[in-house]
């Protein structure tokens, strides 16, 4: 059963343009909804992370957006930079576990 | 502040060998988990501890077992490799408890390579 659903697969954006990746899962009882950026030959990092009863949450460049009701959230990555260049995964967690999306790998061109 | 450690970092072994993996969590951090990250399958879980008791386990096979001491180090042993086996090893750490386990600090990984 595939529980979370990740879009797109990849992604090109040009610098200071907006990401949007998105997440459908399936399991009610995830009660955790967090992103990790990935770069090549190293572990994924939490970017940013929010609670069910949040609608939205934003962190500097990056906002998440959750639509309990439709079992969605997604990532905007605002003024999209080089640095930004990475795979991104969903995951969210429920009993210590993550369940990972597949990954999304956005390339920011300078 | 030391970060996830995870040795080795490279491994190489052959068919129907086992192996060992070592994690040491971040200092403090009483959860570790581990996943396993592949090209075909992605990132999937294993396995995770918290204060030396398995409280959730993946779907993988009994070859695939791990354990955690009383320091919260904890290492990951797989049995009879297989080639499907290679993959990166990830460990992961958190506080462990309440809210305070959400939000996983990752390690870098060990890469294996069975041959």
């Known amino acids: 059963q595939q529980q979370v659903k990740q879009s797109p697969q990849s992604l090109i954006v040009q610098k200071g343009g907006i990401s949007i990746i998105n997440c459908a899962y399936e399991n009610t009882a995830f009660d955790y909804f967090p992103w990790y950026q990935q770069f090549p030959g190293k572990g994924p990092a939490l970017l940013i992370a929010i609670r069910p009863d949040v609608s939205e949450k934003k962190e500097g460049r990056f906002t998440i957006s959750f639509n309990k009701s439709a079992k969605q959230f997604s990532l905007h990555i605002m003024d999209s930079q080089p640095g930004d260049s990475a795979t991104y995964f969903c995951?969210?967690?429920?009993?210590?576990?993550?369940?990972f999306g597949a990954g999304t790998t956005v390339t920011v061109r300078a | 502040k030391a970060g996830v450690t995870q040795t080795p970092r490279y491994l190489i072994k052959t068919r129907g060998q086992q192996v060992t993996l070592s994690c040491s969590p971040i200092s403090g951090h009483r959860s570790v988990s581990w996943y396993q990250q592949t090209p075909g399958q992605g990132l999937q879980f294993l396995f995770e501890y918290f204060s030396e008791t398995q409280r959730n386990k993946g779907n993988f096979p009994g070859r695939f077992s791990g354990r955690q001491f009383s320091n919260s180090r904890s290492e990951m042993n797989v049995s009879t490799l297989e080639l499907g086996d290679s993959a990166l090893y990830l460990c992961?750490?958190?506080?462990?408890?309440?809210?305070?386990?959400?939000?996983?600090?990752f390690g870098s990984g060990t890469r294996l390579t069975v041959v």
């Open positions: 992961a750490s958190s506080l462990g408890t309440g809210y305070s386990n959400y939000g996983y600090t």
């Open positions: 995951a969210p967690q429920t009993n210590y576990k993550l369940s």
